[in-house]
């Protein structure tokens, strides 16, 4: 009988161990893929929400504000309100409802695929030296589940003080005042080769030296709440130096209220050779209406000592609206008027 009861105990347990091996073999099997898709679920209701664009790298002119427009997006498949909240940042940081009045803590019930717009406005300290960055991530934190979140980076870097009406510049000295041009590239030379300047004895020379072309950017100027105003500047193809060939253009730029740097004027390297400085008048567009503004002045040419342009009393000046305050200048229409951003 002891026998017996010995052999059925021995079953019963290689039984259970059996039963226990395909359970924990099943439970291995089973919680990798839960886990896998409690993962993936948790990762999808993260990414329920999204706040743009980012990141978003700027400059801007210092004691002025700088506005950054964004937008919240409910991804999910619910309606739902998210928290906006901001860190990191050292400079003030303010965020408001798209009118740039209103400050908001919230979006606001967003339905499924509902779309929220606000404005970041970071005030640039006047103290800001050029080149001093800050940043600042901007949150949107749904109100029922806080890890179903965003966040966006912002990184402002102060381009120093701007110049205030009217900017004028005639180049004085045979060195680019580097308060006034923040950018030299190429670089461009100021020197007495062009013929008959404007504002003797110099001029900035562009040419091919050294790399195909030369660039210089301007300092912000501050434009902010105002109307109808134009850039002004003498130039001459050749003068002195070489003629420039088709394609060799003269270009100038302009740093829009978006912090895009867009065309304002395109002059042609095909034509005669002046012996005279030349003289445009540009209307600026209605999104350069802004703290910021920045011209860029730059040309296209045949690496090496070629296709010379000479740059010469540059002004940016407001003028009343509708009269021309100059008779022998071209005044072209590139934009609208409209009160600054």
């Known amino acids: ?3 017996d009861r010995g052999w059925l105990y021995s079953a019963l347990t290689f039984f259970l161990l059996v039963v226990a091996a395909g359970f924990l073999t099943l439970i291995i099997e089973f919680i990798p893929e839960n886990i896998a898709q409690a993962s993936a679920l948790h990762a999808a209701r993260q ?42 940042n050292l400079w003030p940081t303010t965020v408001l409802a798209a009118d740039t009045v209103t ?35 901007v949150y949107a934190i749904s109100a029922t589940d806080a890890s179903v979140r965003d966040a966006a980076f912002i990184a402002t870097t102060s381009l120093g003080l701007a110049a205030d009406l009217p900017f004028s510049e005639d180049f004085p000295a045979n ?18 080769d062009a013929a008959s300047e404007p504002s003797a004895p110099f001029s900035v020379n562009f040419d091919g030296a050294d790399k195909g072309g030369d660039l210089i950017e301007s300092q912000p100027i501050n434009l902010s709440r105002k109307r109808d105003v134009i850039l002004q500047f003498a130039y001459e193809r050749g003068g002195n130096g070489n003629q420039p060939e088709p394609a060799d253009d003269f270009f100038v730029d302009y740093y829009n209220v978006d912090g895009e740097w867009l065309p304002l004027l395109a002059l042609p390297g095909a034509g005669p050779k002046m012996s005279n400085f030349a003289s445009e008048a540009v209307l600026l567009p209605h999104d350069a209406y802004h703290s910021s503004l920045r011209l860029r002045f730059r040309n296209v040419a045949t690496p090496g000592p070629f296709d010379d342009w000479y740059l010469d009393n540059v002004r940016v000046l407001e003028i009343t609206p509708g009269k021309i305050p100059f008779q022998s200048y071209p005044l072209i229409l590139l934009g609208i008027f409209a009160l600054s951003r």
Not at 177 to 188: Q, S
């Open 175 to 192: 060195t680019l005042n580097a308060t006034r041009w923040l950018r030299n590239d190429g670089p461009a030379i100021v020197n007495t």
């Open 103 to 137: 400050k908001v803590a919230t979006t606001g019930e967003l339905a499924a695929g509902g779309q929220f717009a606000l404005v970041v406005q970071i005030d640039v300290p006047s103290n800001a030296a050029r080149g001093v960055r800050d940043t600042v991530r």
């Open 47 to 88: 990414g329920n929400v999204r706040i743009s664009p980012s990141p978003i790298l700027r400059e801007a002119a210092a004691a002025h504000p700088i506005y950054y427009l964004m937008t919240v997006s409910n991804l999910g498949e619910e309606a739902d309100t998210f928290n906006l909240s901001i860190s990191g």
């Open 1 to 3: 009988m002891s026998s």
